[in-house]
């Protein structure tokens, strides 16, 4: 049973323009019966500019100050005119106008519009001879008490109601945020897991397979043909083969645990920064993304690994330190250097920092050592944040060649 109203609520919602153009064409087709049913009968012209007085509500959402104004010259016209006679109900579907200008305009402008717009019609109303000066205490349909005490209501509720708005988007603004963020804590939070795995792997089980492999080819070199049995030799090599195979079939375990997710996700590398850049942007930063990469230059998977994590770590803790600020992001490279340098604007008054713990720098640092390189990472003069690191291009290690 509740669904429906909902439904129909939402329904509604979702077409703002339909709503204005029942409400516009609702209240003309009343103003002209107000005024139809008089003795002696109006004219037609006269008629008209009455009904026409609401028709400006079908713009109350995108011109609100310019409908209020003209609402208001169309009221002034008809008293100053006096097509009708006898008495009219007063300017007060004018606080639709009043309402929708407090409701979609600045308090200043919205408040300046409704002080003219009483100025104009109770000028109007008093120089016509629409109403008298009200005994104290009397509340007559038509006196600039009524005036000033509708108009103040019909303000008073758009300015709540606009203000009530704001608030709301700004917590659906917050809550995007907060999602974005939760998703690239949690795609984080994978990787470090999955790389803190493959580093225990690494110094568990590498340095055996590594010593074996060496000390296989010293007893091969050894054992050379004729100075030992050629099945000896043979079975040797045969164990030097198969350690250089374990090592390479190791190092791809090890890539897909840290780095890799062939089923969700292309390779991280340079080419492919976009994702970074869109989780970025969808927290509120401003990313600038400018690539200088030299055409035709070629890394090591490792380097450009290595390279897309420096800056995904780099943009993590910007979200996390900053929070939605502008963002520069500058790659370039040749075959014998990468450059990265990600510097951020200062973190916006009022902005809490997410705590951390420190260990993302600790590991760009250790990707950057791991080829040679440097990385520079403080504070700018102007209160941002500015990280910069080279990596230099490394030959592959002979199993990676051969595989």
């Given at each position: 049973?509740?669904?429906?109203?909902?439904?129909?609520?939402?329904?509604?919602?979702?077409?703002?323009?339909?709503?204005?153009?029942?409400?516009?064409?609702?209240?003309?087709?009343?103003?002209?019966?107000?005024?139809?049913?008089?003795?002696?009968?109006?004219?037609?012209?006269?008629?008209?500019?009455?009904?026409?007085?609401?028709?400006?509500?079908?713009?109350?959402?995108?011109?609100?100050?310019?409908?209020?104004?003209?609402?208001?010259?169309?009221?002034?016209?008809?008293?100053?005119?006096?097509?009708?006679?006898?008495?009219?109900?007063?300017?007060?579907?004018?606080?639709?106008?009043?309402?929708?200008?407090?409701?979609?305009?600045?308090?200043?402008?919205?408040?300046?519009?409704?002080?003219?717009?009483?100025?104009?019609?109770?000028?109007?109303?008093?120089?016509?001879?629409?109403?008298?000066?009200?005994?104290?205490?009397?509340?007559?349909?038509?006196?600039?008490?009524?005036?000033?005490?509708?108009?103040?209501?019909?303000?008073?509720?758009?300015?709540?109601?606009?203000?009530?708005?704001?608030?709301?988007?700004?917590?659906?603004?917050?809550?995007?945020?907060?999602?974005?963020?939760?998703?690239?804590?949690?795609?984080?939070?994978?990787?470090?897991?999955?790389?803190?795995?493959?580093?225990?792997?690494?110094?568990?089980?590498?340095?055996?397979?590594?010593?074996?492999?060496?000390?296989?080819?010293?007893?091969?070199?050894?054992?050379?043909?004729?100075?030992?049995?050629?099945?000896?030799?043979?079975?040797?090599?045969?164990?030097?083969?198969?350690?250089?195979?374990?090592?390479?079939?190791?190092?791809?375990?090890?890539?897909?645990?840290?780095?890799?997710?062939?089923?969700?996700?292309?390779?991280?590398?340079?080419?492919?920064?976009?994702?970074?850049?869109?989780?970025?942007?969808?927290?509120?930063?401003?990313?600038?993304?400018?690539?200088?990469?030299?055409?035709?230059?070629?890394?090591?998977?490792?380097?450009?690994?290595?390279?897309?994590?420096?800056?995904?770590?780099?943009?993590?803790?910007?979200?996390?330190?900053?929070?939605?600020v502008g963002v520069r992001v500058t790659v370039g490279g040749d075959d014998s250097r990468v450059?990265?340098?990600?510097?951020?604007?200062?973190?916006?008054?009022?902005?809490?920092?997410?705590?951390?713990?420190?260990?993302?720098?600790?590991?760009?640092?250790?990707?950057?050592?791991?080829?040679?390189?440097?990385?520079?990472?403080?504070?700018?003069?102007?209160?941002?944040?500015?990280?910069?690191?080279?990596?230099?291009?490394?030959?592959?290690?002979?199993?990676?060649?051969?595989?």
């Amino acid at each position: 049973m509740k669904a429906a109203p909902r439904a129909a609520r939402r329904w509604i919602a979702g077409r703002p323009r339909l709503l204005d153009v029942a409400l516009g064409g609702g209240l003309t087709l009343f103003d002209v019966a107000t005024v139809l049913d008089r003795t002696p009968e109006p004219a037609g012209w006269g008629v008209a500019l009455w009904g026409a007085q609401t028709v400006p509500l079908l713009w109350r959402r995108t011109r609100p100050s310019a409908v209020l104004a003209a609402m208001t010259c169309l009221y002034v016209a008809f008293q100053a005119l006096g097509p009708v006679q006898g008495r009219i109900p007063g300017p007060f579907l004018l606080m639709i106008g009043v309402y929708a200008a407090a409701r979609y305009t600045p308090v200043p402008a919205s408040l300046l519009g409704t002080l003219l717009c009483l100025a104009s019609t109770t000028a109007a109303d008093a120089l016509t001879g629409h109403w008298e000066v009200p005994r104290l205490g009397s509340l007559e349909p038509i006196s600039t008490t009524t005036f000033v005490f509708f108009f103040a209501l019909a303000w008073l509720l758009g300015c709540n109601r606009r203000r009530i708005g704001a608030d709301a988007e700004r917590l659906r603004e917050l809550n995007r945020r907060l999602w974005a963020e939760q998703e690239l804590n949690a795609r984080q939070a994978v990787v470090t897991e999955r790389a803190r795995i493959a580093r225990d792997l690494h110094d568990v089980v590498a340095h055996h397979v590594s010593a074996i492999a060496v000390q296989a080819r010293a007893a091969e070199d050894v054992m050379a043909p004729g100075s030992g049995p050629a099945e000896a030799v043979q079975c040797v090599g045969l164990i030097a083969r198969t350690a250089d195979t374990a090592l390479i079939e190791m190092r791809r375990v090890l890539g897909l645990l840290s780095f890799r997710e062939r089923e969700l996700a292309p390779e991280p590398s340079l080419d492919h920064l976009e994702p970074l850049i869109d989780a970025a942007t969808a927290t509120g930063c401003r990313v600038t993304y400018v690539s200088q990469v030299r055409a035709g230059t070629a890394l090591s998977a490792g380097l450009r690994v290595s390279a897309h994590r420096i800056v995904q770590e780099a943009l993590t803790n910007v979200i996390k330190h900053a929070g939605p600020v502008g963002v520069r992001v500058t790659v370039g490279g040749d075959d014998s250097r990468v450059t990265i340098e990600v510097a951020n604007d200062p973190a916006p008054p009022g902005h809490e920092p997410v705590p951390g713990t420190g260990r993302g720098l600790i590991g760009m640092r250790e990707r950057v050592a791991a080829f040679d390189g440097v990385l520079a990472a403080g504070p700018r003069e102007d209160g941002g944040w500015r990280l910069h690191a080279v990596l230099l291009a490394k030959p592959p290690l002979p199993a990676e060649a051969d595989a």
